[in-house]
């Protein structure tokens, strides 16, 4: 499980609270959007541009936390849609791999073990 916190551009941080998948099903973050400043098409609009994102694998996990760059399973070989995994307590910051806004509706969310 992970909480996820967002950033959207011209707004206060907006807390998505806590994202729980299946292992091995990715779920899309905007999925957990909500009618807030800045965001249309509440999870279904391909363009949800936000400055930065964070998230926070919970202290409790057991398993991983992956963020991912599609709705496939994470690629644990060739890292090819991994953009970041998390151990129990750790966070994932977007600002440590771009420079810029992005598509939030392109960020997906896996777990290693379901429910921990």
Not at 6 to 17: D, H, K, R, V
Not at 89 to 103: D, E, Q, R
Request: charged share 5%.
């Amino acid at each position: 499980m992970a909480q996820t916190t967002l950033f959207p551009l011209q707004s206060n941080p907006y807390p998505l609270g806590v994202v729980a998948p299946t292992a091995g099903t990715p779920l899309r973050l905007t999925n957990y959007l909500t009618a807030v400043a800045g965001f249309t098409d509440v999870g279904l609009s391909q363009n949800q541009i936000v400055e930065l994102f964070s998230i926070q694998a919970l202290p409790g996990n057991t398993g991983n936390v992956y963020v991912l760059n599609s709705s496939a399973a994470a690629d644990l070989t060739n890292y090819s849609n991994v953009l970041g995994i998390l151990t129990a307590g750790s966070v994932f910051n977007s600002k440590a791999y771009t420079m810029g806004p992005l598509n939030f509706y392109n960020i997906w969310i896996d777990v290693g073990t379901t429910g921990a």
